[in-house]
């Protein structure tokens, strides 16, 4: 019924940026928050950033300065910019959003993309 797709990672040197982008479609009555998470090999899944339905933004501190997140209600978009890219920010980055589903009863849950890599060279 949702379905969310990630784009935008690749290979990019310390110093660099990217932007990556998480398309979400399918019976979508409005979206609350988005937000975007990583994991390294080896490590736990970590939230990277969140953005909720009024725009208010919450980042860990590790990406605070250096990272961006937006997004597109009419495109149903969220969006990282990462700029001064380092090479622990090496991870598979997701997407997970909070999504009023429109069926008979509409109800609210959460979904997740399925993944995009993002490598930083040093």
């Known amino acids: 019924q949702v379905q969310l797709v990630e784009s935008g990672g690749g290979l990019v040197q310390a110093g660099g940026s990217l932007t990556l982008s998480c398309v979400a479609s399918g019976s979508i009555i409005s979206i609350n928050d988005m937000g975007w998470y990583r994991q390294a090999p080896g490590k736990q899944r970590e939230l990277v950033a969140v953005?909720?339905?009024?725009?208010?933004?919450n980042y860990v501190d590790s990406v605070k300065g250096r990272f961006t997140i937006s997004r597109s209600n009419a495109k149903n978009t969220v969006y990282l910019q990462m700029n001064s890219l380092k090479p622990e920010d090496t991870a598979v980055y997701y997407c997970k959003c909070k999504i009023m589903v429109a069926s008979f009863s509409p109800y609210e849950a959460q979904y997740w993309g399925q993944g995009t890599q993002v490598t930083v060279s040093s």
């Open positions: 953005i909720t339905s009024r725009d208010n933004t």
